[in-house]
């Protein structure tokens, strides 16, 4: 689960949600939105269908290489490596 701003993929696990966060009746008072389900969604919701990991990881590159005129390369992810070799 995401908390403050980002992206939301998977829906949102509202019965375990009200379980913890009770947000004080002040918080939405002056929303137009009166609850925490009105404030979200998830990203799945939105396109209409499930969205993996690998194919946002690859909008999110090719956004930002189209936005930022880059050219991002697959690399070995060096805390991987670090973890790999600590085991």
Do not use: Y
Request: proline share 6%; glycine share 6%.
């Amino acid at each position: 689960m995401a908390v403050g701003e980002g992206i939301q993929v998977t829906p949102i696990p509202w019965d375990r949600v009200d379980e913890v966060i009770i947000p004080p009746p002040e918080k939405f008072a002056d929303k137009e939105t009166k609850t925490m389900r009105d404030r979200s969604t998830c990203l799945n919701d939105v396109v209409g269908r499930e969205v993996t990991l690998e194919e946002l990881g690859e909008v999110l590159k090719h956004s930002c290489e189209k936005a930022f005129g880059l050219t991002m390369v697959n690399t070995e992810i060096f805390w991987e490596k670090c973890l790999a070799t600590m085991q």
